[in-house]
């Protein structure tokens, strides 16, 4: 360095993103043969900078991580990061880039051959690589018991280790010729050139590491090592001269410069970098003219001097982009001429001219956005703002044209409308159904060989004209188990459902816990029994979970846990799963515990209660740390020890769980003995097991999931002993033993179910399935396992062998549950004797606007024979979503999506017969796309807790009331209730179910008739005139019932069915008074009940425009069963 050296440019990085942030150097070096300066940083990019004035040339990004180290070869850059080597040309382009399952973290390379075509790449691991840089391609792998962080070259590899060594290394074999111990703790900086190696680093002082005020040296060609030269500020970095062979540069963290002569210590020249940070790293270039510093600011520093400042000793040309030539202009405007732009003269045939047969692709149609999100977002003054629902990273696009669907795809089956049509004519009865469908299924098994089976495939629900009820799911299940439909937000969840049912510990304490007066609206305890207890009644119905799944995405804490579908996660599905697991559990505890807070019921079922003991490995002191947990994480050995323990060459399931469950680990922390962080020893002492446990796999790697490819290896059956804070699990040949030995406190644990995923990879998104053995949750005992698999709405009962085994790559555990053995088959339906019904007789409804009389104490208590009439009113919370297929039909993605916005129950016999005790107007949480007025009779203002007048409760509280009347017994009324139930979420069985629509139905004519006109034509009245009532629908549907019994009791249905036919074919199955023209759709309220003695009655017609004075006759008229209407004769009324 002369004595003019000063700094000649200065450089701030560049900031890459706004959403990422400003980070310094990591690496950079001097090109051999330009006039480039190539900079790496921690996001693994690579910038090149030209001449002292550090002119951006060229940028490219070479893997993910930082850039570990840069070297420069005629052909390109070659840049290091933990897990590939990148080659690039000094222009960006790529030309190899390589990865290996063996490159895990990488931090050195070098030239390993002086003709510069190999490297020898090495880092904190425990193999060395040589890469071909001509081919790309790993030439040799070599073991080394050395982690190496810094690699030069000079007539042999000198490498610095992790540990403070200096290892000479063969060029031809990489055995080591000589080892220094350069430094106590280990290497900061290394250099070598010639024949000498100087290095920096850091030595153990008062507790913490510290830089050393020494530099070492040591002599190759000798093989000893030279007297240290002192450097008080301490040695951070340093470098050798390239033209000066004895002259070496040492830089301090604080910017100190100290050239010094290593033949002579006493003669030495000082700088000062003027930073107002810390120095991160300095190199000088190859002609010596140049160095080059950086600082933890992001800065870079060139000093040299002014008068000559080379990069390379030898430049060649820089290549830069060729300037754009200019074009011509041309005065163009809307009615110029083609014509006057011209063509050049050409031979050949232009790009431009396609043959006009020719097919080709193109534009792809933009991406679908969800319209519920988009009103959700915000409107500000510089424009509309909202969450990025986008499940792809930044710069990525979402690729909207359709995957071409596998052949061997599980065939959707046809519509149920279809197959009426088809049975018909082939005559296939109800009793050969299950038989033909599934010979169908196992024909498509058996003809089409697949590495994944069809029956673990995705599977889509297609929607005809009539929606979701024409699907034939039971194409898909011949088993008395009902599936869980797909169709609903976060419905990945399904799989670990279905296993949570079918824990029967589990599924008594959720359906004991909702029959109790809990009404909390974000209970999932609740949600949780009311799922269970409808999964029961369907008997092989497909169900959904919609309401349990809607309370889950409205949970404040499922979002930022990354638990929803919707949100933002780069989280794998089983990730989402387990700790959806997790959080269940946890939620499912405080429910339990805010009812029941006295009762140890739960923590007896689902809590490992142990003591945590955390021990300091520095100045062992140890403190313990009571805690519950709901859920064991897997905890596996260290791979070295799952593939080169050779005492114990097979690890199994229990050793498995019993690390899991003690969890003996060790991990960095905070000591407050020590005030720092140090290596703290953390495991725990098992006071009490829980009669469930729920084990998350966590598999991370391939060691961690070969041990579950193994076959047999998952054990149907385990013995847990819980002694004196000591966890001992037995399993196979060994648990036969201690039970024949009679062990004490040796309890069983059966296998009740594994949820696993499935990524088949084939364009298709990983989902879920699951695998349970029904046999443990029937009320009776069966002498064999049954196990079955769910996926989603498809269950079909597999072997043991298939259940178990997860050799396939594709097929992955996930979450698994073990019940106390002893527990198996207790089925506790206790509950229903226990049903708390004061909901039922509750009246939260305002006086002045009361619609409806609550039950009484004096009232019947509603049972087996009490019927009662239900009509509900829907708005819709998400609008359909429709494409056009290949053949430009209108398909259906996903339907209209509707919420429940009104219930209305009526008595169906007694004294009060025709009188409502349930009129409740629900409080949607969800924003309201279309409030369906015409047809709901809802308006917006009904539904808004600050301005509707009516009974507006939470959908839970209406939920429970037709819960506790549905296993009360009650039999339902109304007229085309499958819509109602399945928009409430409810399954009532057929048993229960007295729906008109069926009655007055003639199957042969296909056609099921209106409310409207069966109340026109028998009834003699006009109903949903201007628009609809629930409380008048439920009422009518209760009357139309009568006549119907009337009818059957006379012996005159068929005639009559005849004859209504044959008049709704005449009026077009309309009432003839409704015109379309006429249908003024206005908001028409139901009257309040002003006392006690009144009636609530169905909405006042506005055509009658009743005064004051005739509102109690009125009143009258109702009580007594008259409905106005236009079918009616107007003077034979009691207003006139």
């Known amino acids: 360095m002369e004595g003019d050296?000063?700094?000649?440019?200065?450089?701030?990085?560049?900031?890459?993103?706004?959403?990422?942030?400003?980070?310094?150097?990591?690496?950079?070096?001097?090109?051999?043969?330009?006039?480039?300066?190539?900079?790496?940083?921690?996001?693994?990019?690579?910038?090149?900078?030209?001449?002292?004035?550090?002119?951006?040339?060229?940028?490219?990004?070479?893997?993910?991580?930082?850039?570990?180290?840069?070297?420069?070869?005629?052909?390109?850059?070659?840049?290091?990061?933990?897990?590939?080597?990148?080659?690039?040309?000094r222009r960006g382009p790529q030309i190899w880039h390589l990865a290996h399952e063996e490159m895990k973290e990488l931090r050195c390379m070098n030239y390993s051959s002086k003709d510069m075509t190999r490297i020898l790449v090495a880092g904190l691991q425990d193999k060395m690589v040589t890469i071909d840089i001509e081919k790309g391609i790993i030439e040799k792998q070599t073991h080394t018991d050395h982690h190496y962080i810094i690699m030069k070259r000079s007539k042999y590899i000198i490498a610095a280790t992790d540990t403070g060594c200096v290892n000479i290394l063969d060029p031809k074999t990489f055995s080591i010729l000589k080892t220094w111990k350069a430094h106590a703790s280990g290497i900061n900086d290394m250099d070598s050139q010639h024949d000498f190696i100087v290095t920096c680093g850091y030595s153990m002082r008062q507790h913490s590491m510290m830089l050393d005020p020494l530099v070492n040296c040591f002599d190759l060609k000798n093989m000893v090592a030279l007297p240290p030269l002192p450097f008080p500020p301490g040695a951070a970095y340093i470098r050798l001269h390239p033209r000066m062979s004895t002259t070496c540069i040492v830089v301090s963290q604080h910017g100190q410069v100290h050239i010094v002569d290593l033949m002579n210590?006493?003669?030495?020249?000082?700088?000062?970098?003027?930073?107002?940070?810390?120095i991160s790293m300095t190199?000088?270039?190859?002609?010596?003219?140049?160095?080059?510093?950086?600082?933890?600011?992001?800065?870079?520093?060139?000093?040299?001097?002014?008068?000559?400042?080379?990069?390379?000793?030898?430049?060649?040309?820089?290549?830069?982009?060729?300037?754009?030539?200019?074009?011509?202009?041309?005065?163009?405007?809307?009615?110029?001429?083609?014509?006057?732009?011209?063509m050049p003269f050409y031979r050949e045939t232009l790009l431009s001219a396609w043959p006009s047969l020719q097919i080709y692709e193109v534009g792809a149609p933009p991406p679908k956005h969800d319209l519920q999100h988009l009103n959700s977002f915000k409107l500000t003054e510089w424009g509309v703002?909202?969450?990025?629902?986008?499940?792809?990273?930044?710069?990525?696009?979402?690729?909207?044209?359709?995957?071409e669907k596998s052949n061997?795809?599980?065939?959707?089956?046809?519509?149920?409308?279809?197959?009426?049509?088809?049975?018909?004519?082939?005559?296939?009865?109800?009793?050969?159904?299950?038989?033909?469908?599934?010979?169908?299924?196992?024909?498509?098994?058996?003809?089409v060989q697949v590495d994944i089976p069809m029956t673990y495939r995705v599977l889509d629900i297609k929607y005809s004209k009539y929606g979701v009820a024409d699907f034939d799911f039971g194409y898909y299940n011949n088993t008395n188990f009902a599936g869980l439909e797909t169709h609903v937000p976060n419905s990945y969840a399904n799989s670990l459902l279905q296993l949570f049912k079918h824990i029967p510990l589990l599924r008594?304490?959720?359906?004991?816990?909702?029959?109790?007066?809990?009404?909390?609206d974000g209970c999932l305890l609740c949600e949780m029994g009311f799922l269970f207890d409808m999964l029961e009644k369907a008997n092989g119905i497909a169900c959904h979970a919609t309401n349990l799944l809607k309370t889950l995405s409205h949970h404040p804490q499922a979002g930022p846990l990354g638990l929803l579908e919707e949100e933002v996660s780069s989280s794998s599905i089983s990730t989402m799963l387990q700790g959806l697991t997790r959080f269940l559990l946890d939620k499912i505890a405080q429910d339990w515990r805010s009812i029941s807070p006295q009762s140890a019921s739960i923590d007896q079922v689902l809590a490992t209660t142990a003591t945590t003991s955390i021990r300091c490995l520095n100045c062992r002191s140890e403190h313990t740390r009571p805690g519950t947990t709901f859920v064991t994480e897997s905890l596996y050995p260290p791979t070295k020890l799952i593939l080169r323990n050779v005492k114990r060459p097979k690890v199994t399931f229990s050793e498995i769980l019993k690390s899991s469950v003690e969890r003996e680990i060790t991990s960095r922390g905070w000591c407050n003995r020590c005030n720092r962080y140090q290596s703290l020893a953390t495991k725990k002492s098992i006071h009490k097991f829980p009669a469930v446990l729920m084990l998350n796999t966590a598999i991370t790697s391939s060691e961690s999931k070969s041990l579950w490819a193994t076959p047999g290896w998952i054990p149907e059956e385990i013995g847990i002993i819980v002694d004196q804070c000591h966890f001992i699990c037995f399993q196979g040949d060994e648990l036969k033993l201690q039970l024949q030995c009679g062990l004490p406190n040796l309890k069983v644990y059966s296998l009740i179910g594994i949820v696993a995923e499935i990524n088949s990879g084939h364009n298709q998104k990983p989902h879920l399935v699951s695998f349970i053995n029904v046999a443990h949750s029937l009320p009776e005992v069966e002498p064999q396992s049954q196990w079955h698999l769910f996926n989603d709405f498809h269950v079909r009962s597999v072997s043991p062998e298939e259940a178990l085994n997860y050799s396939a790559s594709w097929k992955t555990p996930s979450v698994i549950a073990f019940q106390i053995k002893a527990a198996n088959n207790q089925i506790d339906n206790s509950w229903k004797k226990n049903l708390d019904t004061s909901l039922l007789y509750s009246d939260t409804s305002k006086k002045n606007e009361k619609t409806f009389h609550p039950l009484t104490l004096l009232d019947d208590v509603p049972g087996?024979?009490?019927?009662?009439?239900?009509?509900?009113?829907?708005?819709?919370?998400?609008?359909?979503?429709?494409?056009?297929?290949?053949?430009?039909?209108?398909?259906?993605?996903?339907?209209?999506?509707?919420?429940?916005?009104?219930?209305?129950?009526?008595r169906g016999s007694g004294e009060k017969e025709g009188i409502p005790f349930i009129d409740d107007y629900i409080a949607s949480k969800e924003p309201v796309i279309d409030y369906l007025t015409s047809y709901s009779g809802i308006v917006k203002e009904d539904l808004d807790p600050l301005l509707s007048r009516h009974n507006l409760v939470p959908l839970k509280v209406a939920y429970k009331k037709l819960w506790i009347l549905l296993n009360l017994g009650c039999k339902f009324l109304g007229h085309g209730l499958r819509q109602d139930f399945r928009v409430t979420n409810i399954h009532v069985p057929k048993s229960q179910v007295i729906d008109t629509s069926d009655f007055f139905f003639i199957v042969a004519l296909k056609r099921k008739l209106s409310l409207a006109f069966l109340a026109w034509y028998l009834l003699k009245e006009d109903i949903q005139v201007k628009t609809h009532d629930s409380i008048e629908d439920a009422r009518t549907a209760l009357r139309l019932y009568r006549k119907y019994q009337e009818f059957q009791d006379a012996g005159v249905l068929e005639t009559m069915l005849q004859d209504i036919y044959r008049k709704g074919k005449d009026t077009g199955f309309k009432p003839p008074t409704i015109?379309?023209?006429?249908?003024?759709?206005?908001?028409?309220?139901?009257?309040?009940?002003?006392?006690?003695?009144?009636?609530?009655?169905?909405?006042?017609?506005?055509?009658?425009?009743l005064g004051s004075s005739t509102m109690n006759s009125a009143r009258k008229c109702f009580a007594s069963g008259w409905t106005p209407g236009r079918g009616t004769n107007a003077h034979s009324s009691p207003l006139w």
């Open 864 to 906: 087996g024979n009490t019927i009662i009439a239900l009509d509900t009113e829907f708005v819709s919370v998400r609008q359909s979503e429709i494409e056009v297929n290949a053949d430009g039909e209108l398909e259906t993605i996903r339907p209209t999506v509707y919420a429940l916005a009104r219930v209305s129950v009526i």
């Open 265 to 278: 210590v006493n003669t030495s020249n000082i700088k000062q970098v003027n930073t107002l940070s810390y």
């Open 508 to 520: 008594n304490l959720a359906l004991h816990h909702t029959a109790t007066s809990c009404v909390n």
């Open 408 to 447: 061997v795809a599980l065939l959707a089956p046809k519509f149920l409308s279809e197959k009426g049509k088809e049975e018909a004519k082939l005559g296939i009865t109800s009793e050969l159904k299950p038989i033909v469908m599934a010979d169908a299924v196992a024909t498509e098994l058996l003809n």
């Open 385 to 403: 703002y909202g969450r990025n629902s986008r499940d792809c990273l930044r710069n990525q696009v979402v690729r909207t044209r359709q995957v």
């Open 1075 to 1105: 015109k379309d023209d006429e249908k003024v759709f206005k908001r028409t309220g139901t009257p309040p009940i002003l006392n006690e003695l009144t009636l609530p009655s169905t909405p006042l017609n506005n055509v009658f425009n």
């Open 283 to 342: 190199e000088i270039s190859p002609s010596g003219e140049i160095m080059v510093l950086a600082d933890t600011d992001c800065n870079i520093y060139l000093w040299g001097s002014p008068s000559r400042a080379r990069f390379a000793e030898l430049n060649n040309p820089t290549e830069f982009p060729e300037a754009d030539e200019s074009t011509v202009k041309i005065d163009w405007k809307s009615d110029s001429p083609l014509n006057t732009v011209g």
């Open 5 to 89: 050296w000063e700094e000649v440019g200065r450089l701030r990085l560049p900031l890459l993103s706004s959403q990422l942030p400003l980070t310094p150097a990591t690496t950079f070096s001097f090109d051999t043969s330009q006039e480039l300066l190539w900079v790496g940083n921690g996001f693994g990019r690579v910038f090149g900078y030209y001449g002292i004035e550090l002119q951006r040339y060229c940028s490219f990004r070479v893997g993910n991580g930082a850039v570990h180290q840069i070297l420069l070869h005629e052909k390109g850059v070659i840049a290091l990061t933990s897990t590939a080597i990148h080659v690039a040309l």
